[in-house]
């Protein structure tokens, strides 16, 4: 097949034809430029159509005393085919226009710009006897060999079109502000969706170069016209930099409760603890700069940041990332909510009272069950209960009040579960926290239940135990309604120390000391009585399954 021929069938779309062998096939020359044609347009089509053109490295462009020198490197062409040149080459008249074929065309260029193109050509070489001949032999030698080469090709003026999207396209893509509804995905589709058609130019533009008055080459500029064709690991690289620089910059900050919660006073007075919020990043690291605003959100009330006094105030947060604001109380007896929030949505909630004559009790949510019990030991092969159990375990909370359903559906802030290896003769055990996720929320006359799933294989792990933590803290767990209050957790329902259990609740998985294991004994506590009081505190249980004799 020609070279003609060939990019004719490059630039359409037609059912690729690949050779059949079969025994006693007589392979001639059709069969056998079948067989290269077939890897050779596939490789150019996926090129055209996955790559693109452009340059895939070097190529640089150089003035010099003796031209334009054009460095060794690889490109590939619009029509997918790769251009290789091996070795630096001298160009030595940048400023004459050629044609096509790369040879001189028309006047020189003098004060103005001319465009180099690299093309895709091919050579005949390797000349060898033709020792059959055929109709058309016209002497007794032919080439045996096609050498893919190139041409250099300058035209006058800049090329026909940049490459990059416009100016539109991108404002269409990434439209500021982003509306509330819009697709990313969509936008593309509508903006970008191209026919399958090669490009008018097939050559590739390597650079500019700008001729001056007297008609000497005078500068070059390649990265702006020119299409660079980035390798996957170099687009990685790019990708990690952006996330590092969004990590940064515009990463979302999240509001941390610090201090002044569940407060009382009189009537007209000012609290003596401030509301103190800590602003972080996602590594939680302290934020400064940021500005927190404190408002009253139920109740009658005033915040301060020390020189206003309003319902409203906006604190900027210091270099510890800390806000605070006061709290004056309001005339009539009763809660007081205050909200502190972020310009992105992230909030925290605290709640004071004022007392009169007689002060309402302040009534904190607690937890009246846990299911399985604290204690409890589960046989997964009992053929009955247990077994079911183990099958598609599951852990549920009741709680005396209705719980804020942003809560509930995002456990892992508050309610976590790990098993618990039996350490035997062993000075460690093996502690693995396994997931939570929401399956069911129901209210009746027992309470407000929420169910979770354990994502855990309950009877290969058999025998062990199970450690489950409750931590009310900021806003983790709040019960529902316009003066939602922090979950009073207390309940002690292991021996294990407070600092060694703040510890498991960043454990994913590791090996721990006994002392855990052994700590995890019926302490006497039960259910429903759990709670101090105070909103806050920490609920720690434990339960056991194991196989039948």
């Known amino acids: 097949m020609t070279e003609l021929m060939l990019n004719e069938v490059l ?4 059912a690729p034809q690949r050779n059949r062998y ?27 159509l996955g790559l693109g053109s452009g340059v895939l490295c070097g190529l640089g462009l150089e003035l010099g005393e003796r031209g334009l020198l054009v460095r060794p490197g690889v490109a590939v062409d619009g029509l997918g085919r790769e251009i290789t040149v091996p070795a630096s080459y001298c160009l030595e008249d940048p400023a004459q226009p050629t044609d096509d074929a790369g040879r001189p065309d028309g006047d020189k260029v003098v004060d103005g710009p001319v465009t180099i193109l690299l093309c895709y050509t091919e050579c005949a070489a390797d000349p060898a006897p033709v020792l059959v001949g055929d109709c058309d032999s016209r002497n007794g030698f032919a080439p045996g060999t096609t050498v893919e080469r190139f041409k250099l090709i ?50 590739v533009v390597l650079g500019v170069v700008r001729i001056d008055p007297a008609g000497s080459p005078a500068a070059v500029e390649m990265c702006e016209p020119r299409n660079t064709i980035y390798s996957n690991s170099r687009l990685f690289d790019l990708l990690a930099c952006l996330a590092e620089l969004f990590a940064s910059c515009c990463a979302v900050t999240e509001l941390r409760y610090v201090a002044g919660d569940a ?31 404190f408002h009253v959100q139920a109740g009658n009330g005033r915040v301060s940041d020390g020189a206003t006094v309003s319902d409203r105030v906006v604190v900027v947060s210091g270099p510890d990332g800390l806000a605070a604001a006061m709290l004056e ?12 929030t972020l310009a992105d949505g992230a909030r925290v909630v605290f709640t004071a009272w004022v007392t ?9 949510p607690v937890v009246l069950g846990l299911q399985p019990k604290p204690a409890d030991v589960i046989v997964v092969d009992d053929g009955d209960a247990g077994t079911t159990w183990a099958k598609e375990p599951m852990l549920r909370v009741t709680f005396d009040q209705e719980m804020d ?32 996720g929401l ?36 806003t983790s767990i709040l019960s529902a309604g316009p003066t939602p209050l922090l979950l009073d957790a207390e309940f002690a329902g292991t021996q294990i120390p407070a600092e060694l259990l703040e510890k498991i609740w960043e454990m994913v998985e590791q090996r721990i000391p006994r002392e855990v294991w052994d700590a995890m004994v019926d302490t006497g506590a039960t259910l429903p009585k759990s709670g101090d009081g105070v909103p806050g505190g920490l609920f720690h249980a434990w339960f056991e399954f194991v196989r039948g004799e």
């Open 439 to 474: 399956a069911d929320v129901a209210a009746g006359a027992d309470g407000f239940a929420a169910t979770y799933r354990l994502d855990a294989p309950i009877i290969d792990l058999s025998p062990a135990a199970a450690l489950v933590q409750i931590r009310a803290r900021g």
């Open 356 to 364: 009169g004559e007689r002060p309402p009790p302040a009534r904190p």
């Open 154 to 203: 300058v035209r006058k003026g800049l090329p026909d079109r940049m490459p990059g999207l416009t100016d539109e396209q991108c404002a269409a893509l990434f439209p500021a502000p982003l509306p509330s509804q819009f697709d990313l995905r969509r936008a593309a589709c509508t903006l970008l969706d191209e026919d399958c058609a090669p490009p008018d130019e097939s050559c």
């Open 263 to 293: 407060q009382r006073g009189k009537p007209g007075d000012r609290l003596p603890d401030p509301l103190q919020v800590r602003v972080v990043d996602h590594l939680n690291h302290p934020v400064g700069e940021t500005e927190v605003t």
């Open 22 to 48: 079969f025994y006693g096939k007589l392979l001639d020359v059709r069969h056998l430029e079948l067989e290269q044609t077939y890897g050779v347009t596939q490789r150019r089509l996926m090129n055209r």
């Open 405 to 436: 359903g942003g809560n509930l559906r995002a456990p892992d802030d508050w309610l976590r579960l790990w098993i618990v290896t039996p350490p035997g003769d062993a000075k460690t055990t093996l502690i693995q926290r396994f997931a939570l």
């Open 329 to 340: 109380l309001g005339p009539d007896p009763g809660p007081v909510s205050v909200e502190a």
């Open 11 to 14: 630039g359409q779309l037609r």
